[in-house]
């Protein structure tokens, strides 16, 4: 590693606690603002004025707002996240190390999906420019970016789990493996790995296709067309036409030469998608019940469960700090011209 | 190139936050500027209240429940005329007795009495909140708006705030008139009345209703034990609520529960209990576990606390009443009560202050130990301290608890209440393993739960599935099916794909109207109509002040 890449990074990481501070600050107060108390959304008016204070005294949220404040703050610090404060104020991290792990599992072949499909077919779209395939695949792309994704998600259901039923319909593995199974990280591929549970790692796979398929297949459109276009600039350009001259086969130069130049922008776009994957992931979790945190932060925010709410999003932004930080790595990779 | 499409992308995000905004702001309540102006002249003379009786009498005869429960649910909702459940405990009809289905004549002349005119018309603002009752809530409202319109002198403002603003705004006192709903806490009518009628219950409702005869009714009725006494006043409390109309009973909203061919035992009766020990395999049955020592129930609902001193949602109390016993408890798809971890029914003192139960000799946690009068003892006293969510309902009435002896408890109450044995059919009225649930904590989330019901439960991965096995130590008869795993559902519409395609055996709540018409006409399927005692109701705040 160069001493001007490790600099970069240094500056990178750093620059990434004032931006999560921010919006975690932003979230603590918005939340605060918005009408309604996490005690009233849950138990309406099942308690009374005295027993919804009580409660609240308990919770802690009686104390003045600064001290809650700094106190959040310190327990972003700790990643200790306190404890909800609806649904069984149990502690944010168990719930947040259920649920993340689901999320991930689901988003990262999801992510392949959409890369691998969108960036080949683009691809494959600019070679044929103009010919009767491109515009298929176009139609295609802005077709399947049209479908709302939970209706795409119950279609598949209908088809593959009820009328012909070969998938799984929902969940994250077979009920029967799921009350033997032994749960380390909560990743459950891994978990049935490092076990050596083969059944259940067939059940986790299988419980994964129709899903991140669902979820992949949303956004493979806006790689389509990004693809496409990058690829059909770069098919002009000069050291393509030289590399035709030369006689390299045009599957290679397309594939490639092309391909591998337009990889900055559809890295680009990656990053970011997968930043919106992530809070897109709630549709797909709702529609096959995957108990992801997804479902779980839309939950908490109409419960106005503060520092569910607010724990989510402080690792939601961590995360999504860390892939932007990944994908500027990656771009010095492949690019060489780009230094840092 | 690639600019323009980060450009694209950052457009979208805003816009997105833009139509986000508006969408928030037209959510927002629309009034709530003259307040101060009426908090002034408050102190200087006697506050003019918005509600008359003439008037809530006349929105109470121009409603036809009918007409709203054919329109908006085609038939599938019940009829309310009463705040009690018809096939409950003295229920009465006193709404239909007095304004039949709807007596348009006599809204129109209790108006006018009023004296609103068609040009100077009544006009009020409704609340509802569009999503936490389904969003059929919005049809109702438009119907109810309809027919109260239709005489003429009236003009309805429809507004709507989502759950939580809305919670807080009745609670404040802020909606002069507004859409609730109601579960019951224990199966009698108390329960369904001084919730909205009694001096003390109204305010947390937002009714702010109080009226001396009524309380003193609902307070003999609440003390008395004698059935043919309690029927009278029953009676009586039920004509005087259809003319003094704290609130308006709108409809009855059913449960659905499917399950596929060859599940039997499948009974939810009166007091809205699910017995799994009950369940069973016919012949025909094709177990979605692949055996028949196991059966798979799936649900929408979520755990939220399993602590029987702390729970107070439907479905913890279903699964804390599997795995443990109430002192009494209800003959499965009646509301008929028979002695449950008691040995027979509460022996109850001359002055009615006292309920002795005699516990069954043999009664042990799943995990073997003995159970004594003790625990209750201790089960009461940290429900009493930790103040849980339930703590409220059951310190309204419980005194104290003592253990007379190893075998017998009594419960100290605060006054005379009759309907005390229905409340110790309840779930907090399940005694606690102190090896879990100790003694300064609330436990909301337990890895096991050794109860001494049917069942105990020997794991619970949240969100995803709940796994019961049968109690080894149960006082009772051991269940049919040894095995229950309960499955969490995000959906209704994917938990109604799984009980089509047999990933599970029982479809249980919440299954909408929409699935279960579905589920109708698919074969290998039953479903059935559970009468849930969830009522939907219209609530004047009797302390609205007229604005100016």
């Known amino acids: 590693m160069s001493s001007s890449l490790r600099r970069f990074l240094i500056t990178r990481i750093l620059l990434t606690i004032p931006m999560v501070l921010i919006l975690v600050t932003m979230i603590f107060f918005i939340m605060r603002v918005l009408p309604g108390d996490p005690i009233r959304s849950q138990l309406g008016p099942r308690v009374s004025e005295e027993q919804a204070d009580a409660l609240r005294e308990r919770l802690g949220l009686n104390r003045p707002l600064y001290i809650q404040y700094f106190d959040f703050l310190w327990d972003m610090v700790t990643l200790d996240f306190g404890t909800a404060l609806t649904q069984g104020e149990r502690p944010i991290r168990d719930e947040l190390g259920e649920r993340l792990p689901a999320t991930i599992e689901l988003t990262i072949p999801a992510i392949a999906i959409t890369a691998l499909i969108g960036i080949l077919s683009g691809a494959f779209a600019a070679k044929n420019r103009k010919k009767p395939i491109d515009y298929s695949i176009r139609l295609l792309s802005i077709a399947i970016y049209s479908i709302p994704i939970f209706f795409m998600g119950l279609i598949f259901q209908i088809i593959f789990a009820v009328r012909i039923p070969i998938l799984p319909l929902s969940g994250r593995m077979d009920t029967l493996l799921l009350t033997q199974f032994e749960s380390i990280t909560n990743f459950y591929v891994i978990d049935a790995i490092l076990t050596g549970n083969w059944p259940a790692l067939r059940s986790a796979l299988t419980h994964l296709i129709m899903p991140s398929i669902t979820l992949g297949l949303a956004l493979t459109g806006v790689f389509v067309r990004l693809t496409r276009v990058n690829m059909i600039e770069m098919l002009q350009s000069d050291f393509i036409t030289a590399g035709r001259a030369r006689g390299i086969p045009e599957r290679r130069l397309v594939y490639k030469h092309a391909l591998r130049n337009t990889f900055i922008p559809i890295l680009t776009l990656l990053g970011l998608q997968f930043a919106i994957l992530l809070a897109g992931a709630v549709l797909t979790e709702t529609t096959f019940s995957w108990p992801g945190v997804g479902r779980y932060l839309v939950d908490r925010i109409e419960l106005r469960d503060y520092t569910a709410v607010q724990a989510t999003i402080g690792v939601f932004a961590l995360f999504v700090a860390l892939i932007s930080l990944l994908m500027d790595i990656i771009y010095a990779l492949i690019d060489p011209r780009i230094r840092y | ?548």
Not at chain 2, 195 to 221: H, K, T, W
Not at chain 2, 432 to 459: C, H, K, W
């Open chain 2, 1 to 548: 190139m690639k600019k323009k499409y980060l450009l694209l992308i950052v457009v979208l995000l805003l816009s997105s936050f833009v139509l986000g905004a508006c969408q928030q702001a037209t959510e927002e309540p629309v009034e709530e500027t003259e307040e101060p102006v009426v908090e002034e002249t408050e102190e200087s003379m006697e506050p003019e209240y918005l509600w008359t009786t003439n008037l809530r009498e006349a929105i109470a005869a121009a409603i036809d429940r009918e007409v709203i429960v054919d329109r908006v649910f085609e038939g599938r909702n019940v009829p309310a005329y009463h705040m009690v459940p018809v096939g409950y405990p003295y229920a009465t009809q006193p709404f239909f007795d007095k304004y039949g289905t709807r007596d348009l004549d006599m809204a129109i002349s209790l108006l006018e009495a009023e004296g609103y005119t068609a040009d100077n018309p009544f006009v009020f603002d409704l609340w509802f909140p569009p999503e936490h009752y389904g969003t059929t809530t919005a049809d109702v409202m438009q119907v109810i708006k309809e027919q109260l319109e239709e005489t003429g002198l009236i003009v309805v403002n429809l507004n709507s705030m989502n759950w939580a603003e809305y919670v807080d705004g009745f609670v404040a006192g802020d909606l002069p008139f507004f859409m609730l709903g109601w579960f019951p806490d224990f199966a009698d009518p108390e329960n369904w009345l001084s919730p909205f009628a009694s001096c003390l219950q109204s305010p947390d409702n937002g009714v702010n209703y109080c009226n001396e005869e009524m309380d003193s009714l609902l307070q003999s009725a609440a003390a008395s034990a004698d059935p043919a006494e309690r029927e009278s006043l029953y009676q009586q409390i039920g004509e005087l609520y259809a003319e003094e109309v704290p609130t308006i009973p709108l409809f009855w909203e059913p449960e659905f529960v499917s399950y596929r061919t060859g599940v039997e035992g499948v009974v939810v009766g009166p007091p809205f209990e699910f017995n799994y020990d009950v369940l069973s395999f016919g012949d025909d049955a094709d177990p979605a576990s692949g055996n028949t020592d196991t059966i798979i129930i799936g649900t929408t609902d979520e755990v939220n606390s399993l602590d029987a001193s702390d729970a107070y949602a439907t479905h913890d109390w279903e699964i804390i009443k599997n795995t443990g016993a109430a002192l009494l408890s209800y003959t499965p798809g009646t509301s008929e009560l028979i002695p449950g971890a008691a040995a027979a029914m509460p022996e109850v003192s001359d002055d009615g202050l006292t309920y002795t139960f005699t516990l069954r000799d043999n009664l042990a946690f799943a995990d073997g130990t003995p159970v004594s009068a003790q625990n209750y003892v201790d089960s009461w006293n940290r429900l009493n301290t930790l103040e849980g969510q339930v703590s409220g309902l059951i310190q309204l009435y419980v005194e104290s608890v003592e253990a007379v002896d190893d075998l017998t408890v009594a419960y100290h109450l605060k006054d005379t209440f009759g309907f005390f044995p229905a409340l110790s059919a309840t779930a907090p009225f399940v005694v606690t393993n102190p090896a879990t649930f100790v003694e300064d904590e609330i436990v909301q989330f337990p890895d096991v739960l050794d109860g001494i019901g049917p069942y105990r439960m020997v794991s619970h991965s949240v969100g995803e599935q709940m796994v019961l096995e049968a109690n080894p130590e149960y006082f009772g008869e051991a269940p049919l099916i040894p095995n229950v795993i309960i499955r969490y559902f995000a959906d209704p519409t994917t938990m109604s794909n799984a009980v089509e395609s047999g990933e599970i055996d029982v479809a249980w709540r919440t299954l909408g109207p929409v699935e279960a018409v579905r589920l109708q006409e698919v074969d290998g399927v039953t479903v059935d109509t559970v009468d849930a005692p969830a009522l939907r109701y219209m609530v004047f705040n009797h302390t609205y002040e007229v604005q100016e």
